[in-house]
């Protein structure tokens, strides 16, 4: 199939083409520009056939570039990032990436670096190695809703093992990452992913990311509904204009069948959403002015940190459970900057109901208003939650209707949410069964992997990857589950119940040795912290079955959410963390910074005073989080501050510890040996075996 791609490498060198005219950027129009004629200055490329050779006959096109002011002869130009002026030199994210990844270096250049995360990847080195750099790429996979066909699963496991460290790690956003793939191995890599029913497209970068929803293959109406409008949004929001192809398959193209409805809501400019004429309608050459997250998910169902998106998108159903329509959260966001108040993690807030035929149009509408209004003079505050900090939900509500076309409706009222984590055995509803397993930090590696591999390939099942870092084997026949059970115990994938409590919400991201912006250990330093946790658990009387949500990061960007965490280490200096409290279980409250720069070595110094009182002064009922919140920051400090050990019982209770003289005797020497009265040591002989009971660690 031949077909014409804007920009094919061949012509995509413009910066000293001597025909080409490339204007300079202006600013995005103002929000009281919303006339919605958009004003648009002709910048002139040439486009090829990608089949074409060099010396082809070539044609001019003319592509609408991002507006600008009406009069800008009296315009002072705004100041653009670096990043900005990258994307408006690169062709539609082709130049120079297009060049660089064939020069024999292991690295590419700064611009070229910015702009492969467009197309899904980073460029990396390992950081526990001294001299010179070694350079490596991450690819990163985009999976709507975490659907990964069998095929897909098959071909990243080969990949992981030919191509990259031998391991395959999934993400909080339901994607694969690929780790260490070398310059010269990357188009093989990236042609496979595509010619396998797979894509990196937009996985990174200034565009929509992929679009979360819940994991769980359900045959009900509303989760169904929920995973396709999913698809249906990262389908609208994917790029248009052929640069990925054209880098990585020499512009072939790989044709998808997307639903009608998607192609009209795209196509649409009746309220000024659009770029006439240009290959990229609603990015524009400037795409947006940050990342872009975005999550679907039923009522109850907080499986995707629905809170922590740009935009929100829960299903709305009738009594009988048909959908009717869509509640929208906007605002949502994780990034934030060490001792910056001015950044800030953020829950998203209500914006309206919108029937279900119109989602796809208030979504652009949304992402429009971004892109137009978003900051793209720093990037620190070019997320959608700055725009609305800055000027309120009815601002920017009131903007969003403009492109919209409509009024939103008020917010229907919905249940309490709830975590879902889905793990262990379920019914599809279909007569099959899927079964939710729990990897570790999101690491498949080793005899786990090679396991996987073999399930997955011998019974052609389908795969679905969850916000937790957990991985969903479905459509399983019956018969299946117990050879499947078996094999899969052998290689540690065990049932929920016979996994620590603290291991199975917890979640931390890869941070060293490979990402550039870790301070400290996340995922290498996860375990161990929490073996210490359920040390302290037990040194202070909490039983095996009690838990707390922990989330560690290597930085503040907060990959992991861990400012929804019931306790969130933020990684603030080498071997060091800033401690975040008060999230909830359900992931529906933000936690706040208690205390900066606390040494790895000193966790315990904090954690034991705090689960102490937790355990004794707690409601019923009543998380870590939400105790923390009731109590306070202030008296929650005093409690650490004024920690000299757990309060030994008094005489007063009569308790008879010691039966006989010699008992007595050979525990007071042990106990001085410890510093420590005879009566301290009895109570935690007898609280650690209490512990260890079947109400305790036997359960």
Not at 97 to 124: C, V, W
Not at 234 to 243: D, E, I, K, N
Not at 516 to 544: D, H, M, S, W
Request: charged share 25%; hydrophobic share 35%; aromatic share 8%.
């Amino acid at each position: 199939m031949t077909t014409t791609s804007f920009g094919a490498t061949s012509t995509a060198v413009l910066k000293d083409h001597p025909n080409v005219q490339i204007g300079s950027f202006q600013g995005l129009k103002s929000a009281n520009s919303l006339a919605l004629a958009l004003q648009t200055r002709p910048v002139h490329v040439f486009s090829a056939s990608s089949s074409s050779s060099s010396s082809s006959s070539t044609t001019r096109t003319l592509i609408r570039a991002v507006s600008t002011p009406a009069k800008p002869e009296t315009v002072t130009e705004p100041k653009r990032s670096k990043v900005e002026i990258f994307k408006e030199q690169s062709n539609y994210i082709r130049y120079p990436l297009n060049e660089e990844i064939l020069t024999d270096s292991p690295n590419i250049n700064e611009a070229a670096t910015q702009l492969i995360k467009f197309h899904g990847s980073y460029q990396q080195y390992n950081r526990d190695e001294r001299g010179a750099k070694s350079y490596s790429f991450m690819l990163r996979t985009k999976n709507p809703c975490g659907k990964v066909p069998n095929q897909l699963y098959l071909t990243m496991d080969d990949l992981a093992d030919q191509f990259g460290i031998g391991t395959l790690r999934l993400t909080t956003r339901q994607t694969f990452q690929l780790h260490g793939v070398l310059k010269k191995d990357l188009k093989t890599v990236m042609s496979s992913i595509i010619r396998n029913m797979g894509s990196t497209l937009g996985a990174c970068g200034d565009l929509n990311r992929n679009v979360l929803a819940p994991a769980a293959p359900l045959v009900r109406k509303d989760y169904l509904f929920a995973q396709q409008t999913a698809e249906n949004i990262a389908a609208l929001l994917t790029p248009q204009s052929g640069f990925y192809y054209d880098v990585w398959v020499d512009g072939e193209q790989f044709l998808t069948v997307e639903p009608p409805e998607v192609t009209k809501a795209r196509n649409d400019n009746s309220h000024g959403t659009n770029f006439p004429d240009s290959p990229e309608p609603i990015y524009g050459t400037q795409f947006l002015p940050r990342k872009f997250k975005i999550a679907v998910t039923v009522p109850t169902d907080n499986s995707v940190d629905i809170l922590t998106n740009d935009i929100g998108v829960v299903v709305v159903t009738d009594d009988n459970g048909e959908p009717q329509g869509f509640n929208i959260y906007v605002g949502g966001g994780m990034g934030r900057t060490h001792r910056l108040e001015t950044t800030f993690p953020r829950l998203a807030e209500p914006l309206g109901y919108v029937p279900k035929e119109d989602i796809l149009y208030a979504v652009k509408a949304i992402v429009v208003t971004q892109r137009e209004n978003g900051r793209r003079d720093d990037r620190k505050y070019s997320r959608l939650k700055y725009l609305i900090s800055s000027w309120g939900i009815e601002k920017f509500r009131s903007v969003v209707e403009q492109y919209y076309g409509k009024k939103f409706e008020p917010n229907r009222e919905l249940p309490e949410w709830e975590f879902k984590s889905y793990l262990g055995w379920h019914e599809q509803g279909d007569g099959n069964l899927f079964c939710g397993l729990h990897v570790d930090n999101g690491r498949i590696a080793g005899k786990m992997k090679k396991t996987l591999r073999e399930v997955i390939e011998k019974y052609g099942l389908g795969v679905r990857l969850t916000p937790n870092q957990n991985i969903i084997l479905s459509d399983i026949r019956n018969a299946w589950r117990r050879p499947i059970t078996t094999t899969l115990a052998q290689a540690g994938l065990l049932h929920p119940r016979y996994i620590d409590p603290l291991n199975l919400t917890a979640m931390a991201c890869p941070a060293m040795p490979l990402c550039p912006l870790a301070i400290t250990e996340a995922e290498r330093g996860i375990p161990n912290i929490l073996k210490r946790v359920r040390a302290v658990f037990e040194k202070v009387g909490l039983r095996y079955s009690e838990s707390v949500v922990i989330r560690v990061t290597g930085c503040p960007n907060g990959c992991a959410r861990p400012y929804m965490a019931e306790l969130g280490l933020v990684g603030d200096g080498p071997n060091s963390y800033q401690i975040w409290l008060g999230g909830t279980p359900n992931q529906t409250s933000l936690a706040r910074s208690f205390l900066n720069k606390v040494k790895v070595q000193d966790l315990e110094k904090v954690l034991e005073p705090l689960f102490y009182h937790w355990k004794r002064k707690r409601q019923s009922k009543e998380s870590f989080g939400a105790f923390a919140n009731r109590l306070g920051f202030e008296t929650l400090q005093q409690l650490v501050d004024k920690w000299e050990g757990p309060v030994v019982a008094s005489s007063r209770h009569n308790l008879k510890l010691f039966a006989d003289k010699e008992t007595y005797e050979a525990m007071d020497k042990l106990a001085k040996l410890q510093n420590k009265s005879a009566h301290q040591l009895a109570i935690e002989v007898i609280r650690n075996f209490v512990a260890s009971q079947p109400n305790g660690k036997g359960e």
